[in-house]
């Protein structure tokens, strides 16, 4: 079992930047694909960004060049960097993790859940 705790998110205007911290449980860490996720008010989920447990990252095409998704596996922690932001980058930020190998950019495919945390960019 897996526990993820999102931080970072709060408001920012059109061009900022801000950094989603997800901190998990367990000493397992390594071996997960890390994702996150957003969703926007009446949208589906929607894959942002993936990193496979040995450093390979995956971007959805809306953020790419933009953000950045790293891991630190000594602190059990992911990030998701976001530059350039602009407003419909608006939504709940979800961390996600996965026991795989694969590259993850289906938001169903991912086992276990943070509580998300609330990104609002203002034009």
């Known amino acids: 079992q897996v526990q993820l705790v999102e931080s970072g998110g709060g408001l920012v205007q059109a061009g900022g930047s801000l950094r989603l911290s997800c901190a998990a449980s367990g000493r397992t860490f390594r071996t997960y694909a890390m994702g996150w996720v957003r969703q926007a008010p009446g949208k589906e989920r929607e894959f942002v960004a993936t990193?496979?447990?040995?450093?390979?990252?995956y971007y959805a095409d809306s953020v790419k060049g933009r953000f950045t998704i790293s891991r630190d596996n000594a602190k059990n922690t992911a990030y998701l960097q976001m530059n350039s932001l602009k407003p419909e980058d608006t939504a709940v930020y979800y961390c996600a993790a996965a026991n795989t190998m694969l590259v993850l950019t289906t938001p169903g495919k991912y086992d276990y859940w943070g509580q998300g945390t609330q990104v609002t960019v203002s034009s």
């Open positions: 990193i496979r447990r040995g450093g390979t990252t």
